[in-house]
């Protein structure tokens, strides 16, 4: 179980500012479960146009930071250190449920479980929380490919 600070999330995760959606793990356990949090701000860049007289974080951004957060878990599951010759790419949601709005001063916390792995395509359940209060739930399919 280990926890991951926003320097060491870069190393296994491309995606940077203002794209990088998790800003640290609080728990790894390779191959079963993740937890990470997001911290958002109203400085989000998103927040500028997407309802600006009532700032709210779009959905879809909700599942990108749930889907980074099954990247981190894939790639730790996978090998301590990153690779730059893997990719991993999410290819599939199902059973999305929003229950609420997440508002800037929230602390989203993501939970990412690996359910199976079938050859290079993994199944994870998802969900994130503002407080305890259930915000997301996802199934999330994603493929570890290498570069050409």
Request: hydrophobic share 45%; glycine share 6%.
């Amino acid at each position: 179980m280990s926890e991951m600070l926003s320097e060491e999330i870069k190393k296994f995760l491309p995606h940077r500012y203002p794209f990088l959606l998790v800003d640290r793990v609080l728990e790894c356990v390779p191959g079963e479960r993740l937890t990470a949090i997001k911290n958002v701000t109203v400085t989000e860049p998103f927040f500028q146009g997407h309802f600006p007289q009532i700032a709210i974080m779009p959905g879809v951004l909700i599942i990108e930071a749930l889907a980074q957060a099954t990247g981190l878990l894939g790639f730790r599951t996978m090998s301590e250190t990153p690779r730059d010759d893997l990719l991993y790419m999410l290819v599939g949601v199902d059973k999305v449920r929003f229950k609420r709005q997440v508002i800037p001063g929230d602390q989203l916390m993501l939970k990412v479980n690996l359910e199976k792995k079938s050859r290079s395509i993994w199944k994870f359940t998802c969900e994130a929380t503002v407080d305890g209060e259930l915000v997301t739930t996802a199934d999330m399919l994603c493929a570890a490919t290498e570069k050409e």
